[in-house]
């Protein structure tokens, strides 16, 4: 089962802001790095931040992560279309010794 | 080209085994961490197993005991044993390499189905 939550769904128009949350504990977010991830439908999950805020090469600055105690963010700013997908954040939680994926968040552009 | 390539996939009874392998090519595969995530039909994405470059291996409960990750570095290849497989295993399984402490290369998928 998850144990980091996020809003099961996001949506704003073409060209403004939406905020993704990630809620965990001292034991994952609180204390190991977070990454994000796209999915598009019927596609692989995609790397978009690493290391809680860092963005991989290829990846468009409107994509912003950021960390704080034990929750996270994504932000995406000047959304487009192409930006309809899911989204999932993940970290390694030190007390089960696994990783744990968010619930996930569905990204609607209206 | 960075790539990985899962196989396996299949439908198979309750309680029957599967293996799937994940090849790897385009980066030195023993240098790195590899992680089993799966998601099933509709669902969000759910992390199996990883093991790591030195071979130390760890688990979700919910395969921990029926689940086995291993490595052949010389074919540049990872497994999954899966044993007593269960209608709740029925998935889309990806292999994914670490790379700055993330999941930053992915491949297509296998999916894995349970079912008599």
């Known amino acids: 089962q998850s144990v980091l939550t996020q809003p099961p769904s996001v949506s704003a128009a073409p060209g403004q802001k939406v905020t993704i949350s990630c809620s965990g504990g001292?034991?994952?977010?609180?204390?190991?790095?977070v990454s994000w991830y796209q999915q598009l439908p019927g596609t692989a999950p995609k790397l978009l931040i690493y290391e809680n805020t860092k963005r991989p090469s290829g990846i468009p600055d409107r994509f912003s992560g950021s960390k704080s105690g034990a929750s996270a963010t994504l932000d995406i700013a000047g959304l487009q279309t192409g930006d309809e997908a899911d989204y999932y954040c993940?970290?390694?939680?030190?007390?089960?010794?696994?990783?744990?994926f968010g619930t996930g968040t569905k990204v609607t552009v209206l | 080209e960075v790539q990985l390539v899962e196989s396996g996939g299949d439908l198979v009874q309750p309680g029957g085994s599967l293996r799937l392998s994940c090849a790897a090519s385009?980066?030195?595969?023993?240098?790195?961490?590899m992680h089993w995530v799966r998601q099933g039909t509709g669902k969000g994405l759910e992390w199996v197993s990883c093991i790591g470059s030195g071979g130390d291996t760890y688990y979700s409960d919910s395969v921990k005991g029926r689940f086995t990750i291993s490595r052949e570095n010389a074919k540049n290849s990872l497994y999954l044993q899966m044993n007593s497989l269960r209608a709740g295993d029925t998935a889309v399984y990806y292999c994914a390499r670490v790379g700055r402490n993330a999941l930053d290369i992915w491949g297509q998928g296998t999916m894995v189905t349970v079912s008599s």
């Open positions: 001292s034991s994952n977010i609180g204390s190991n790095y």
């Open positions: 385009g980066f030195t595969f023993s240098a790195y961490d």
């Open positions: 993940l970290a390694w939680d030190s007390s089960l010794s696994a990783g744990v």
